[in-house]
């Protein structure tokens, strides 16, 4: 049984920033490409970032591209979202999600990923 768990959400002003982690459960997490998405209230479920199996491919959606980092740690079974620079239109539920299949492309749909988390909550006050 595969478990994600995410932490690190909270409530932050507007420019502030915030770490995601994402811990993971399993032994073959460093197979894994894992992803970041986010829900607002009322919206569809949304692509922001997503990491290949050694942290050497990433992928941003445009709207945090340059103020978001993505990476993993396979050691620690942990993935995390760095956001800097928040919005208040980042707010959103983030979870993180694991696609076993390890697939290079990246791909930025929820359909791809077969394992997610809880999601945890990001506030961004202006």
């Known amino acids: 049984q595969v478990q994600l768990v995410e932490s690190g959400g909270g409530l932050v002003q507007a420019g502030g920033s915030l770490r995601l982690s994402c811990a993971v459960s399993g032994r073959t997490f460093s197979s894994y490409a894992m992803g970041w998405f986010r829900q607002a209230p009322g919206k569809e479920r949304e692509f922001v970032a997503a990491v290949n199996w050694n942290g050497g491919n990433t992928a941003y959606a445009g709207s945090v591209k340059g103020r978001f980092t993505i990476s993993r740690d396979n050691a620690k079974n942990t993935m995390y979202l760095q956001m800097n620079s928040l919005k208040p239109e980042d707010t959103a539920i983030y979870y993180c999600?694991?696609?076993?299949?390890?697939?290079?492309?990246?791909?930025?749909?929820?359909?791809?990923?077969?394992?997610w988390g809880q999601g945890t909550q990001v506030t961004v006050s202006s």
């Open positions: 999600a694991a696609d076993p299949t390890g697939a290079t492309s990246l791909p930025p749909y929820p359909s791809a990923y077969v394992y």
